[in-house]
């Protein structure tokens, strides 16, 4: 169950990095919307990883958590920001995945 609130914590961190995106391309209200939205899936998502981390190993948590961010702040970016999708960052966002599927086979 740990793993799952995990994921959805991972999830949050990508909707905080989201938000932090719209609020860099708009302004007035609505980068304060945003803004606000932020500070929303941020609390969600560390809320989320401090319950996770009650029955999951520190180190192998907080990891996954910041792989999933990572992985998915990159792909918000490669389709929702446009940015460059070019081999190498496939690449390694590729072993990146690998890494996080590999820290959760070894994790205990």
Known sequence: MNWIILTIAGL???AFAFCLGKAKETTGNEMYLWYAGFFVTLIISMSL???ATQTLPIGTAYAVWTGI???GTALVGIFVFKEPT???RLFFLSTLIISIVGLKAVSH
Do not use: D, P, Y
């Open 49 to 51: 990883l401090i319950k």
């Open 12 to 14: 949050f961190e990508v």
């Open 86 to 88: 070019t081999f190498l």
């Open 69 to 71: 961010g990572a992985v």
